[in-house]
Nanobody
Framework: QVQLVESGGGLVQPGGSLKLSCALSGSIFRINHMGWYRQAPGKQRELVALITSGGSTNYAHSVKGRFTISRDNTKNTAYLQMNSLNPEDTAVYYC???????????????WGQGTQVTVSS
């Protein structure tokens, strides 16, 4: 069983910053990728940012230059630094991870419970 726990969401004014964290726990052999998705009311869930085991990153066009994804492999934790936030960034942010279980080496894909980010004055 793999569990992802997000933290760091909250209310911030336009132009402000927040840093989200996602901690993975469980018996795993390797994490292939960790990423962040978001879902605003009435909209589909969309990819925000993703980072591979090798450190390669991919960002949604709407957040490039404002958001930075990073990971600490020693802690099995991913981060999302969000700067210059605007009201369009308001959404529930979900952490996502994929990789291989320890022992069986079967694939896993897990999601966190989500953390609310609200950008409003």
């Amino acid at each position: 069983q793999v569990q992802l726990v997000e933290s760091g969401g909250g209310l911030v004014q336009p132009g402000g910053s927040l840093k989200l964290s996602c901690a993975l726990s469980g018996s795993i052999f390797r994490i292939n990728h960790m990423g962040w998705y978001r879902q605003a009311p009435g909209k589909q869930r969309e990819l925000v940012a993703l980072i591979t085991s090798g450190g390669s990153t991919n960002y949604a066009h709407s957040v490039k230059g404002r958001f930075t994804i990073s990971r600490d492999n020693t802690k099995n934790t991913a981060y999302l630094q969000m700067n210059s936030l605007n009201p369009e960034d308001t959404a529930v942010y979900y952490c996502d991870a994929g990789g291989y279980y320890n022992g069986s080496y079967s694939l896993f894909r897990s999601w966190g419970q989500g953390t609310q980010v609200t950008v409003s004055s």
